[in-house]
């Protein structure tokens, strides 16, 4: 019965040899005719026809190709062995391969001695030698790497036949026997033949059909083969520690095969991506390849594209997820957002400093042809709706304060002493209502930006940056279109009277804070009208004080980064107290405008996105004890409840000490405040309002989800850069902190007053709030917002 196997056949000894020997043997490839066969079956792949040379058996030295006598052979005995099969069963009764499989399972019971194959976990498994039993079900074996351990009878896989008193040191050379008989391609051949005779099998039977014998070695070769198969045969049922297997159709076959290939095409564009990695990670970091050369392929860019969604947490599918798994795991790096952010920059994709809040919040950094086309008209025709219904105002001396970068310049001021000793100021500003209308493409361009972002890298104006700086912006001695708001002040600071107009203005001075505060201090003559602004500033302040305004002014950082996109960027800091003189001169003139605005849409029933802050129930005068400044205003925040916002009459503003407030001095970086000039303007004009109170409320709803994520932008970012500046210091520098507060025991929230961020550290006893330490920096991780400091 032994006659059918694929390695011992039935004819005379030296075709019998030159079969075995030249096209059966482990290493040898398929003989030439299964491969018609297969060919027959319409499979996609085909087996050649061998030549030979055997001048032992009488065959010349000449190698000659031999298709046709092999295949009339094989042919021959398969109708030889088909019969005598049927005749021998037909005569003593044999049992099927089920009721062999079944007889097996009786005999299959762990002992000492037997080697087995158990399962270590999902992805391994491992010859061992049982050795004892440990309990009533379980077995302590030892396993291949010398390892003694208890396994549980689920977790054998087979149990290899014809041993029954094994060494557990020839474990080894045993699996090296193995390892030289292993050749998944032999399966195929089997296959072939089980699937003509649609028959199962177990491991041992294929071990005689594959190999020509059933001992232990051929029967584990043969059940690693099958166990590690995903093509030609699948377990149609397993007891115990034995497994029965059946061909597969032809057609699932082909198929299998199919998806084969596919998924060795795309480990081989892995591999071949892979090394693109490892190829621009290791060149110098001027050398590395651009962005844009990582699209120019199809395939890399869907694999660099899966990396850059799967490192911002936004992929939009499980295929990309798995792509950008597969890619880090081939990398040898772990599946996370971080490590992918990290290999990006490792190979010149992403800059050192990626800003990946930019990605994260989509935030629109480029404007449209459209929108930069529309942008060119206005500033080419330049038409003004109030041009007849201004007032000239040239003749005032016009302070611009702002920061020494500034890109947008929305206010600016004057002020005089009227002959009864009051004091008139105005705060002009900018009037880019004069020329962008409501529902213009350039306005709702400005409405889905929400405000102008910036940043330390760069900053993204609300409108173009042409028709922002050269259309919009005031400009130091050059004629410029403003709405002035005039305020008379009573002694005691209030509003004494007011009148808000169109006007043209001539910018004198354009000062950075630090120009106009050392103007101050010098006090000169020729700058009475700085002098009396300041007058007017201080005047107010104490006026919202004693309205119940509370001081919230503290200590300002402000980050310039210059090329960014450099490994190591130049970085120029600014700290600023916003308790400057120059700064609290800004300050009160801003508010004193908004509390104008407010009165005047609320006289004249003007719907507005009129701004409230509630009044805490906790009293300001409980943090009296505490020094003014940082800590102070920090205790205050801690209490302040959310702002509100009316579009319809103003709503007290607890914090700033208003009856009401409206946001209008900034209507080239805020839309709110653009707003406020569309509605104010068309009043002045005498037109109807472009929006109702509903629609400044449905529209504030949504600009203000933009302005949040501006927020948290710009938060996020000067964090970043004021963290890569303390990474950068020294570490045996010192810097001043001031104690905020104090959170648990010695532990206190800092702030780090020549750097502007606040940190956590354990401090010494005795410490209150409102006390200055002296700390050194442990730790500073941008990336990963980590910044440590230690008391010294």
């Known amino acids: 019965m032994s006659g059918g196997g694929l390695l011992r056949t039935a004819c005379h000894p030296p075709l019998s040899g030159f079969l075995s020997l030249r096209f059966f043997h482990p290493r040898r490839r398929r003989i030439s005719a299964l491969c018609g066969r297969h060919r027959n079956l319409g499979l996609a792949s085909s087996l050649p026809s061998l030549g030979f040379r055997l001048d032992r058996y009488g065959f010349s030295e000449r190698s000659c190709y031999v298709h046709s006598l092999v295949e009339s052979v094989m042919e021959e005995l398969a109708v030889i062995r088909a019969t005598r099969r049927i005749r021998a069963t037909a005569k003593v009764g044999l049992p099927s391969s089920k009721e062999l499989f079944d007889a097996k399972l009786e005999k299959k019971t762990l002992q000492k001695g037997l080697l087995l194959e158990f399962r270590k976990d999902s992805q391994k498994t491992l010859l061992a030698v049982v050795q004892k039993p440990d309990g009533k079900k379980n077995w302590i074996v030892c396993d291949q790497n010398g390892v003694i351990c208890s396994i549980k009878p689920q977790q054998v896989t087979y149990?290899?036949?014809?041993?029954?008193?094994f060494d557990h040191t020839d474990i080894s050379e045993f699996v090296q026997k193995a390892q030289g008989l292993l050749d998944p391609s032999i399966l195929e051949c089997a296959w072939i033949e089980l699937s003509e005779n649609k028959r199962t099998v177990t491991a041992e039977e294929l071990a005689e059909i594959i190999y020509g014998s059933q001992e232990s070695l051929e029967s584990y070769c043969s059940h690693i083969l099958l166990s590690r198969d995903d093509i030609y045969f699948n377990v149609v049922?397993?007891?115990?520690?034995?497994?029965?297997?059946?061909?597969?159709?032809?057609?699932?076959?082909?198929?299998?095969?199919?998806?084969?290939?596919?998924?060795?095409s795309s480990e081989k564009e892995l591999e071949e991506f892979v090394h693109l990695l490892l190829s621009a990670k290791a060149m110098p970091s001027r050398s590395k390849p651009s962005k844009s050369s990582w699209m120019i392929e199809d395939k890399v860019k869907r694999r660099i594209e899966s990396l850059e969604a799967y490192a911002l947490d936004a992929c939009k599918n499980d295929e990309q997820r798995k792509t950008a798994g597969s890619i880090l795991k081939a990398m040898g790096l772990m599946k996370t957002s971080s490590a992918a952010v990290n290999l990006l920059i490792d190979i010149g994709y992403f800059p050192v400093h990626v800003n990946l809040d930019l990605f994260k919040f989509n935030i629109h950094t480029e404007y449209s042809e459209e929108v930069l086309s529309a942008a060119e008209n206005l500033l080419s025709v330049s038409n003004d709706l109030d041009e007849g219904n201004r007032k000239d105002l040239t003749f005032l001396k016009v302070y611009a304060i702002d920061v020494d970068d500034a890109d947008e310049l929305d206010d600016a001021l004057s002020a005089t002493r009227l002959?009864?000793?009051?004091?008139?100021?105005?705060?002009?500003?900018?009037d880019p209502t004069c020329l962008v209308a409501p529902h213009s493409i350039l306005d709702r361009e400005a409405m889905r930006r929400g405000t102008s972002i910036f940043l330390p890298t760069a900053t993204y104006p609300m409108f173009p940056e042409k028709l922002a700086m050269e259309g919009m912006s005031l400009q130091q001695g050059k004629l410029c279109r403003a709405v002035s708001v005039s305020v008379t002040l009573s002694q005691d600071g209030s509003i004494a009277d007011f009148a808000i107009e169109n006007s043209i203005i001539r910018p004198t001075y354009m000062l950075t804070y630090e120009n106009a505060t050392e103007l101050l201090h010098l006090n000169l003559e020729e700058e009475g009208e700085l002098r009396i602004l300041s007058e007017a500033a201080l005047l107010r302040f104490q006026w919202r004080c004693e309205q119940g305004a509370i001081d919230t002014a503290t200590i300002d950082p402000r980050i310039k980064v210059a090329k960014p996109d450099d490994p190591e960027p130049s970085i120029t800091l600014y700290v600023e107290d916003q308790s400057n003189p120059a700064m609290r001169l800004v300050s009160e003139m801003m508010i004193l405008c908004g509390e104008v605005v407010a009165t005047f849409g609320s006289c004249n029933n003007i719907s507005l996105p009129y701004r409230g802050q509630p009044q805490s129930n906790i009293s300001a005068s409980a943090f009296s004890h505490l020094p003014e400044g940082p800590a102070r205003s920090a205790a205050y925040l801690k209490i302040m409840r959310a702002a509100e916002m009316n579009f319809r009459k103003p709503i007290s503003h607890g914090v700033l000490g208003l009856p009401g407030y409206v946001q209008f001095t900034s209507p080239i970086r805020r839309y709110i405040d653009l707003l406020a000039h569309y509605q104010v303007k068309a009043f002045i004009r005498g037109e109807s309002l472009p929006f109702s109170a509903g629609e400044l409320e449905g529209m504030a709803c949504l600009v203000n989800m933009h302005v949040r994520v501006a927020k948290r932008l710009q938060s996020n970012s000067l964090r970043y850069w004021l963290l890569e500046y303390l990474r950068r210091q020294e570490r045996e520098r010192k810097f001043s902190a001031m104690i905020l507060r104090l959170i648990k025991d010695r532990t206190a929230a800092l702030l780090l007053m020549e750097v502007g961020v606040q940190a956590i550290a354990i401090v010494s006893d005795g410490k209150k709030v409102g006390d200055e330490i002296k700390v050194t920096i442990d730790e500073a991780h941008p990336r990963d917002d980590v910044l440590s400091v230690r008391e010294v």
Not at 159 to 165: A, F, L, S, W
Not at 237 to 264: A, D, N
Request: neutral net charge.
């Open 419 to 430: 002959p009864d000793g009051r004091i008139k100021l105005w705060i002009h500003v900018a």
């Open 159 to 165: 149990v290899v036949p014809g041993i029954e008193d």
């Open 237 to 264: 049922e397993s007891k115990g520690y034995c497994s029965l297997y059946e061909p597969r159709p032809s057609i699932q076959v082909e198929e299998l095969l199919k998806r084969k290939l596919v998924k060795e």
